[in-house]
């Protein structure tokens, strides 16, 4: 058996996705994920016209070949186009895999540590009043965790905060404006700072002690100031401060561990073993945040958090809709798997995006789960596909209030 065809399909049902789909001689067919938010043509180039020439004629059944193929082989290593597109071509080939030997994928990575991945919800709101009625919402959804995010009085729109939900609401925020170019925000830390303390106070009081709450700074603070904010927030028991400041100066973590023991989760944006290596061997992180689809695949991503395990360090995968359906199911067949799984980002598609992306997984009491279907349990309409076309969307841009461009 051999791979026969390599199709890149990129269609926008409510959002952009690009889609690798891989057919074998004997007809099997294997999907993976190569969405990069704001840049999805780029990955979808760089598959069509670099990738898939390669791959036909090629065993699927090589994955770990075909990775070292095309990791090693391009000489320009890492980066989030690279590392997409080598994650789709993964992807694809576990589904065909999983499919060939009639099993999910899980089962493939060594059957289950768990009965399901505990996955946290985003509540929202531009008031805490606003905040409290999101958080009830996503309660009465099934959500068993909860990522808090509030509006900062100043300050207009704030990345993170949809629109105020009335009781019974679902949460449909797409930070992604389908915009010429990107929408501008205006950012106050100090504002920030003073605020969120007194949100986390609010919401403890109205829900309690035992639900698991998140908090994401979006990369937003210098060390200090991460440091202040892990420290006023210590009182509320937070299962992560996420993004705290940016992880690309992995020394500054030392600064903001050495000052809270509020339990850190960095990596959304990283997308190698090697961005990780410093927070993970000293121990400056809690929670690894990396997207399959953006790490190089399900296999990068098991070598990582075995890695990761060794320093009890958990998973925390990314898992908002700018991954399609393809990179969640994958996420979910390594949630189950490995042992050192912390908790799972969830934002459920669009009903526009499910009829493009047909999925065997689902949401139960506060659980998701991969399904037994073989492989990752997804299968692609084509010809739906085919009815949404392309629209450029760019995530917003931040600037402080004296227009400097800043962190977000």
């Not at 994920?33 to 390669?54: F, I, K």
């Not at 320009?76 to 789709?88: D, L, Q």
């Not at 170019?181 to 303390?197: G, I, M, S």
Request: glycine share 10%.
């Amino acid at each position: 058996m051999t791979i026969e065809s390599a199709e890149v399909v990129v269609t926008s049902p409510g959002r952009n996705f690009v889609t690798l789909r891989l057919t074998t001689s004997e007809g099997v067919v294997g999907l993976g994920d190569a969405t990069l938010n704001g840049r999805e043509l780029a990955a979808a180039s760089y598959l069509r016209d670099h990738v898939a020439p390669l791959l036909v004629g090629r065993d699927p059944h090589a994955i770990e070949d075909t990775w070292q193929y095309l990791y090693r082989g391009a000489y320009w290593r890492r980066g989030p186009v690279t590392m997409a597109a080598i994650a789709a071509v993964d992807m694809a080939l576990w589904d065909i895999k999983g499919k060939v030997a009639g099993l999910p994928v899980y089962q493939l990575l060594g059957g289950r540590s768990r009965r399901g991945a505990l996955a946290y919800g985003h509540a929202s709101g531009t008031t805490v009043e606003a905040l409290v009625t999101s958080i009830h919402n996503h309660l009465d959804e099934g959500f068993r965790a909860i990522r808090v995010q509030s509006g900062v009085p100043g300050l207009g729109k704030v990345y993170g905060v949809g629109h105020d939900q009335a009781r019974g609401q679902k949460y449909d925020y797409e930070p992604a404006g389908r915009t010429a170019a990107p929408v501008e925000e205006t950012w106050d830390t100090a504002a920030y700072l003073r605020h969120v303390p007194g949100v986390f106070e609010a919401v403890r009081s109205e829900f309690g002690p035992e639900l698991p709450l998140l908090h994401d700074a979006h990369h937003r603070l210098t060390p200090n100031q991460a440091a202040q904010l892990g420290r006023s927030l210590e009182p509320y028991d937070l299962f992560w401060l996420e993004d705290c400041t940016p992880g690309e100066n992995q020394e500054a973590l030392r600064r903001v561990r050495s000052q809270t023991t509020t339990p850190l989760a960095i990596g959304e944006v990283f997308n190698s073993v090697h961005d990780y290596q410093t927070l993970i061997t000293e121990q400056l992180i809690d929670f690894v945040r990396s997207s399959v689809t953006h790490a190089g695949g399900i296999t990068a991503v098991r070598k990582l958090m075995d890695f990761a395990a060794i320093y009890q360090v958990r998973s925390g995968f990314h898992g908002p809709t700018d991954v399609s359906p393809v990179g969640m199911a994958a996420a979910l067949h390594l949630d189950v798997a490995i042992h050192n799984f912390g908790i799972q980002e969830y934002m459920p598609h669009s009903a526009q995006t499910l009829d493009v992306f047909r999925c065997g997984y689902s949401f139960v009491d506060g659980l998701l789960d991969p399904g037994e279907a073989p492989g990752l349990g997804v299968e692609l309409d084509l010809e739906a596909a085919a009815a949404f076309e392309y629209t450029p969307a760019y995530l917003p841009v931040n600037r402080l209030r004296d227009g400097t461009i800043h962190d977000w």
